[in-house]
């Protein structure tokens, strides 16, 4: 079963969620350059579990321990980087009751029919969340790398249980639009509890979360990222383009359910004149004075911020019985999930979401720079 992607940068990810750890092989990653441990640390604590009262209650410190990769001056020495996480807190016994009988909403059922009992089922195995947090390792070193080109990535609960934040002034490609959506991004890296840029949204979110968990139930939401400094040209047409590359890698975050860039399936109730945008010259260079595309047009960069929108989906660990079917039996069955679960995957994902979408970038940058 391969759990890799990248072409010029790649990343294989390995583990399941009960595992002694989960980690990831980086290969591709340019010798020479220093790896700040101490940022990559706390990226990567952003995803912990455990910390917020709408998270699953399961503790783990996530403390990511480089075992190869780099030198002794903390450099990328051109060989493959390899990082774990430990496993320090499963409790597998929560699982004993479902290893015959699927979750809805979960993979249990297509793992099943797929390896025939073979598959590890405990916390979701190779499928769970518990994977995200390599690749917030893989990532969070893509983002340092990308830093270094002048290329910045962020990302924001765009919408979580219907209740929607202000948007990244990304449509608006003018000196004045980039100057907002730079304070939009850098207002993001304050460290706020809920990571939406208006605040007051983020607490009615908060409340509508813990209102769901109290009725056993989860929601789901929208993560909106943005990469800003892409040069034009970056990228490949049809197969490989930056949309391509990108959608690949967000599809292998558990939960996501939909992608769509700059103006998605809203471009279906536009007409061209309104959807297109036009160029001008700015300081010598053909620039696009809109940005609807989302900063592509045939799989190649245009030079405008890279806007991206994840749809993720509820959490299917219900607290209330579901029907299901008894695979040993053929038969009915009546399943209530127990353990430790969040309420919601949102708030968890954006680091995850940043991650991925610089790993995608940073790969395209490698593997098909602007000529």
Known sequence: MPSSLGTALRVSVFGQSHSPAVGCVVEGLPAGMRVDL????????????GRDPWSTP?????????????????ETCGAPLAAIIENTNT?????????????????????????HGAQDVPGGGHFSGRLTGPLCVAGGIALQWLR??????????????????EPFRAYDNSPEGARVLAGQ?????????????????????????????????TVGGVVECVACGMPAGTGSPMFDGIENVMARALFGIPAV????????????RMTGTQNNDPYEVRDGACVPATNNAGGILG????????????????????????????LDRMEPARLKVHGRH??????????????????????????????
């Not at 270094?148 to 934040?165: K, P, T």
């Not at 991206?308 to 959490?315: D, S, Y």
């Open 148 to 165: 270094s080109q002048d290329v910045s990535v962020r990302a924001h609960v765009c919408e979580l249980a219907g209740i929607a934040d």
């Open 38 to 49: 101490d940022e990559l640390a706390a990226f990567v604590a952003r995803r912990a579990p």
């Open 342 to 371: 969040d309420t919601t995957a949102v708030l968890r994902a954006v680091p995850v979401v940043e991650a991925v979408c610089a790993l995608a970038l940073a790969d395209a940058l490698l593997a098909w720079p602007a000529e």
């Open 299 to 326: 799989g190649i960069t245009t030079g405008a911020p890279v806007l991206v929108r994840c749809a993720i989906k509820p959490i299917s660990s219900v607290m209330v019985e579901q029907d299901s079917v008894d």
């Open 185 to 217: 991004m850098a207002s993001l890296a304050d460290g706020r509890r809920v990571p939406t840029l208006d605040q007051a949204a983020g607490e009615r979110m908060v409340e509508a979360v813990m209102d769901a968990r109290s009725r056993k139930d």
């Open 58 to 74: 399961r503790k783990e410190p996530d403390v990511p321990r480089i075992v190869s990769g780099l030198n002794p001056d903390g």
């Open 257 to 268: 359910k939909g992608v769509e860039f700059g103006r998605g399936f809203e471009v279906a």
């Open 91 to 115: 409790r597998s016994v929560d699982y004993a009751n479902i290893t015959g009988v699927p979750r809805p909403g979960h993979a249990d059922f297509a793992a099943w029919a797929k390896w």
